[in-house]
């Protein structure tokens, strides 16, 4: 089985992320196929797996039906040949490239604005293009979907032993620690480690060489935690258990509710990883 992931997704690492959580659940249900994923050009300064295949996403030539299909996004999927492609909420730029391909269409959703699936006027919206459409969120959609627990990166028994980062940083045992940890915007990790004073401070920036990857691993040593209320950072800190520690801000973004998470969210209990569950399901078949 081949199995493609796909995004459009150019603000902030968590798309990413989301791709490396569902490549590692794979791995664990004991997936033996091939998997590989396809992203926008990035600029972060992370060590990126191999199985990423970075492409140009333009969308003057993806809204045409003919020119979409000559695309060099197109031609790099139809030479991977997936049986699987998951759309990873960005279902515009594959109106015209995924008709093409001879493989199921899994459109994974979080919360969006409900007009994410208006679409522009060359797109319509419909939810009979996809052979299943699984919502990771707690969230609503306007038609029948499944859902599914959060997509998270790790498992609590996958993460950093205790005192790890602060072996990591040459930090004794009882200084207050405080993570300041930001994968969005450049220059937003500046602005929120501006606001703390106290302890010993670390912050973890995507945009830095020095940033934890992936650095819901590292967090269990944190006395403190300051981030954005971003999709991953948010649930990561549900299932590792993290939460109580933690303090997000609700930053601006297009299509991503940050203050719906903070302000409806925080009575949520996660049962399981929403990655193994994803997992499970593609090898269910």
Known sequence: MRIAFFTAGSIGLGHVIKDIAIRRA?????????????????????????????????MEELKHPMLARESLLARELEAFRPDVLLIELFWVPMIWVAPWLDAEQW?????????????PSFATFQPSNYDRILVHEPC????????I???VVANPDE???????RRRLGLDDVTP????????????????????S????MTSD???????????????????????????????????????????????????DQQWRVDVCRDVHMKCNGADQLARSLLAG
């Open 107 to 119: 459109l994974l959703l979080r919360k969006t604005p409900m007009r994410w699936y208006e679409g």
């Open 149 to 151: 627990d959060p997509i």
């Open 26 to 58: 794979l791995d664990r249900a004991g997936f033996r196929g091939e998997y590989r994923s396809f992203h926008p050009p990035l600029s972060f300064q992370v060590p990126l797996p191999d199985h990423i295949t970075q492409v140009p996403i333009r």
């Open 177 to 196: 620690l405080t993570v300041v940890m930001q994968a969005g915007l450049e220059g937003e990790a500046a602005k929120l480690r501006a606001h703390v």
């Open 206 to 256: 995507a945009f830095s060489s020095s940033h934890l990857f992936p650095a819901a691993e590292w967090l269990g040593d944190a006395d403190h935690l300051l981030t954005a209320a971003g999709y991953g950072a948010y649930w990561e800190s549900k299932w590792l258990g993290y939460f109580d520690r933690t303090h997000f801000v609700a930053l601006p973004r297009p299509i991503d």
């Open 140 to 147: 609503e959609v306007p038609f029948d979907a499944e859902h």
């Open 198 to 201: 106290e302890g010993h401070v």
């Open 159 to 165: 993460c950093q032993p205790p005192g790890a980062l």
